[in-house]
Every structure is written in structure tokens, then in C-alpha cells.
């Protein structure tokens, strides 16, 4: 038995060293030989702990392009709570075991903190035009500053034709079309849609913290956010605000951080419906600690 769990894990190290490259260096003169002959990039940046929403990312970029890479990084510089950072999943063998379930030639980059801050771990300061003061900006003071300066690192290493990111970080794609406007960077952003659990819970690595009766409540986020577009239909945004804080105020498992229904350009809050204007509903819930994020578009 011990030695079968040896040659498991020995096995599990040999596939680590094949596939996962940790370093800029590693990962360049690989991506180079790709360069040369002209063939397409997709990149794929995550935090890792993946669920079926990073992999529908990963088969989009397969799908797309000639070589596919995915980062695997818990980027420091976005978080602006130390407990969040310190209990974020990591689960670098299995996410290896998904990739490959995938396809074996996805190029996995998994660098440490010290190889992509080089012992200055901070954020550089960025101009998002405004996009980086709503919602996720006012309530997680930093996070797009850390975002954008590690998204801006990744883009400089592996060069990608195009860039895949998930509409359930709704202001995170914004901001990161807005980097790269300003920034002129050569790559294509693509967004892709949500992937939900069966009772509409929205994929998120941090779902892997919640127990079985939060999971199964969790759909309460969803549902309201549904219920919230169809009221749109015939009321305000004040009131449809109003029914969300309602429906949460009744549930002493969930807190409601926000809600809001923004324009999904400038995401500046609706207050007087537009109809030339597309809009979208955003949403962030505490659940015993755990912060779950979600949006659904109202056209
Ligand atoms: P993360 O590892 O949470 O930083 O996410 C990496 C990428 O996966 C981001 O572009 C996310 O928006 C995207 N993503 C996360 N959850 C989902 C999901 N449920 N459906 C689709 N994309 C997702």
C-alpha cells in the first residue's frame, strides 16, 4: 500500500514537471518555438481551484486558437483582506488532473509570488476611467490596481493572440478591455458566459468553502437576481433595488454587500432607465465569511 501510494504520488510529481512551467524564463523560451511559427496564442489567467466555468474558458481558447496557456496564480496585490488571501483554495495537482482531462497540450504557467513581484509585491496605479470606483472598486479598495498590474505582467510574458475572461467578473472584463485601450496592448478579449451550478449557483472556487446547506441556499442569489430582471421590466431601479434588499434582509444566512443596476459600459449606476442604454445587475453576498459574487444582464 505504501509503496503504491510512492509511485501514485511520484507519478503525480513526474506529470507536475512535464506540464507546469514556474518559471518567466521556462515558460518564454517555450512560447518563442510557438511565436516563430506564427501560430495563435489563447491565454487563460486564473487563481486556480478550478470548476467547470475555468474550463469552458479553457475549451473556448482550444477551440480558437493553436496553442492554449493557462496561469495558475493567487495574486496577492487583489486581495484586500489577509484572511481571504491566506484560506483562497490551492489545489495545483488537481487543477492538473482537470487540464489534462481537458487536453495535454494546455501549457499550465503555476509561478511563485516571487517570480512575477520579484520580492516588491505591491500594485502599480491605474486609470480605468472610472470603471474601478464602482461596486468591487468601493468595496475592495486596491483590488483593480492589483488586478490590472498582474494581468499587465501575464499579457508581457505569454503574448497571447487573445484572452479569455468570465462574465461573472462582469467589472473585471470592463476593466481589463479598458487596459488594454490604454495600455495599446496587442491582444483580443474575449468574454465568456457564466457557468452555474445546478440551482443556479454561479461557479466560483470559492464555493469549494461553503458547506452543503449554504451551497444549497445559495440559490437564493441567483433567483432574486432573476426575479430583479423580470421587475425591471415595469419598475425603477430604486424599487427593484428595493425588493433585493428586502428579499435579503428576511434571510439571516445571507448579508447583502451590494446590489446595483448599472449601464454595462460605464457601470455608473441606473437611476432613470434609458432604453438606448444596456444594463446589467450586480450583486455581492456574504455567507458565513465567504464572499459570493454574481451579474446577469437585463436585455
Ligand atoms: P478566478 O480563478 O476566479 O480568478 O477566475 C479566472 C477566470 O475564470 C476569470 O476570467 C473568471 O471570470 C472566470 N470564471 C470564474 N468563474 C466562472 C464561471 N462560473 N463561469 C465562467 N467563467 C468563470
Request: glycine residues 4%; contains cysteine; proline residues 2%.
Amino acid at each position: 500500500m505504501q509503496l503504491f501510494t510512492k509511485i501514485v504520488s511520484l507519478h503525480r510529481i513526474t506529470n507536475l514537471f512535464v506540464m507546469v512551467f514556474t518559471t518567466e524564463a521556462e515558460l518564454s523560451n517555450r512560447l518563442k518555438t510557438i511565436s516563430d511559427t506564427q501560430k495563435t496564442i489563447g491565454f487563460v489567467p486564473t487563481m486556480g481551484a478550478l470548476h467547470d466555468g475555468h474550463l469552458s474558458l479553457l475549451k473556448q481558447s482550444i477551440k480558437d486558437n493553436h496553442f492554449t496557456v493557462i496561469s495558475i496564480f493567487v495574486n496577492p496585490t487583489q486581495f484586500n483582506n489577509t484572511e481571504d488571501l491566506k484560506k483562497y483554495p490551492r489545489t495545483l495537482e488537481t487543477d492538473v488532473e482537470k487540464i489534462k482531462s481537458v487536453s495535454d497540450s494546455i501549457l499550465i504557467f503555476a509561478p511563485s509570488v516571487e517570480e512575477m513581484y520579484h520580492g516588491k509585491t505591491i500594485s502599480k496605479k491605474f486609470d480605468f476611467d472610472g470603471l474601478e470606483n464602482q461596486m468591487e472598486g468601493k468595496f475592495r479598495p486596491g483590488h483593480f490596481d492589483g488586478v490590472g498590474t498582474i494581468v499587465k505582467r501575464l499579457f508581457e510574458i505569454v503574448k497571447p493572440t487573445k484572452a479569455y475572461f468570465g462574465e461573472k467578473d462582469f467589472q473585471q472584463l470592463q476593466i481589463i478591455r479598458k487596459l488594454v485601450e490604454k495600455e495599446k496592448l496587442k491582444v483580443e478579449i474575449i468574454g465568456c458566459p457564466i457557468f452555474r451550478e445546478k440551482n443556479g449557483l454561479a461557479m466560483s472556487s470559492r464555493n469549494a468553502r461553503l458547506n452543503d446547506v449554504e451551497k444549497k441556499e445559495a440559490s437564493i442569489i441567483y433567483n432574486t437576481l432573476i426575479k430583479a430582471k423580470e421587475y425591471f421590466g415595469t419598475k425603477s431601479a430604486n424599487e427593484v433595488s428595493k425588493f433585493v434588499k428586502k428579499t435579503f434582509s428576511k434571510s439571516n444566512m445571507f448579508d447583502l454587500e451590494y446590489f446595483e443596476i448599472a449601464d454595462e459600459k460605464t457601470l455608473v449606476s441606473c437611476k432613470r432607465k434609458n432604453k438606448n442604454k444596456k444594463y446589467r445587475a450586480f450583486i455581492a453576498v456574504f455567507v458565513n465569511n465567504i464572499r459570493l459574487i454574481d451579474t446577469i444582464s437585463f436585455n
